[in-house]
């Protein structure tokens, strides 16, 4: 990377030189000119191509910050004109006070009278330059957009494939028909009820799977359902305290929530001796809240791990904003964004 810049200014450099030459000898007719003039004019093409090149990175700097060009495309069009019209404005008029002016000790009014095609020239080459990292960036980044929406929409397939093979993978249903199978010869009348959450569990997956966000209240209650038949399965030994309220205002993608308490299950001891403690909150930064205390398993199933990381990007993509994961000696927490839909949406 640093011996491609390197090599760029060498570039610049050299073509701000030959610009130089060109400029000469286009304007005197002839390269038969004293040595000094030659420096001259090459000094005043460096002071002049150099920052030329360099307003490319300084561009990129302002770009990264400032500049949206998808989302706010006039704004970003009215500060980069600005940008460009003060570092350009900076640029001309110091080169020019300092090799006129100040070098040659010419008179302001006399500098004026004979150079004032030379600024308007030099702002015009400016502008052009402008115009051509502009173009280049837009379309960089409406390349990009394309490319990430189709992105999350790979991603957003995946995680839904992904979940819906989970929910129905053989494990899951082996466990569920063998606590089904246990509970008809102990308790016919929880047998029945278990067998129902079990079919609105999956009607339910079959449900969501289609759909881009829900409401929390749909997610919630969902959940709940999923923590019914695995408490049936573990008993006492997994504790779920849902604090979250479902009256809050906020979107979630179908069955994120369900996945989080998944992978605190699939990845911790759970006993009667070591309970495992699942909290489900909502933060004061509006973001939803999965807590485990940390107990992992020495022998975890195999999983392909990327579940967070898809579920990290489609959450990123709807809000801007990144799913956080902290993690010590005691427990396991993640941190979703809730999804903010306007009115008429």
């Known amino acids: 990377m640093r011996k491609r810049v ?29 040595f000094m003039q030659y420096v001259w004019n090459g000094g005043y093409s460096l002071s002049l191509g150099l920052p030329l090149f360099a307003n490319g990175y300084l561009f990129g700097w302002f770009e990264k910050r400032f500049i949206d060009w998808v989302n706010r495309p006039v704004q970003s069009v009215i500060r980069a004109l600005l940008m460009h019209a003060l570092y350009s404005s900076f640029v001309i008029w110091v080169v020019n006070w300092f090799w006129f002016i100040y070098i040659m000790d010419r008179e302001w009014e006399l500098f004026w009278m004979h150079n004032r095609g030379t600024i308007i020239a030099e702002y015009i080459i400016f502008i052009i330059i402008a115009a051509i990292i502009y173009a280049m960036s837009f379309f960089k980044a409406w390349r990009n957009e394309l490319q990430q929406k189709e992105e999350v929409k790979r991603q957003s397939l995946a995680l839904q494939y992904k979940v819906l093979q989970d929910q129905i993978n053989p494990h899951f249903l082996f466990n569920s028909l063998n606590v089904l199978g246990s509970l008809m010869d102990i308790d016919i009348d929880k047998a029945k009820n278990f067998n129902r959450e079990l079919s609105h569990f999956y009607r339910d997956v079959l449900h969501f799977k289609d759909l881009d966000i829900i409401s929390l209240k749909e997610e919630i209650d969902f959940v709940k359902k999923y923590i019914y038949l695995q408490q049936i399965r573990f008993g006492e ?47 004061d930064d ?60």
């Open 6 to 34: 390197m090599i760029n200014w060498l570039v610049a450099f050299v073509v701000s030189i030959l610009i130089g030459l060109i400029t000469t000898v286009l304007m005197g007719g002839s390269l038969k000119m004293p």
């Open 286 to 345: 509006y973001e939803l809240v999965v807590e485990n205390n940390l107990q992992t398993k020495t022998l975890l199933e195999k999983t392909s791990k990327t579940g967070l990381k898809n579920l990290a990007g489609r959450y990123e993509y709807l809000t801007g904003e990144k799913m956080r994961i902290t993690k010590n000696d005691h427990y396991f927490r993640v941190s979703v964004p809730l999804i903010k839909v306007e009115e008429g949406s």
């Open 237 to 283: 030994a997994l504790q779920v305290d849902i604090i979250a309220n479902p009256k809050v205002d906020g979107k979630v993608i179908p069955l994120s929530l369900q996945a989080l308490v998944e992978n605190a299950i699939k990845h911790n001891e759970i006993s009667q001796a070591s309970p495992l403690n699942i909290v489900i909150a909502i933060s």
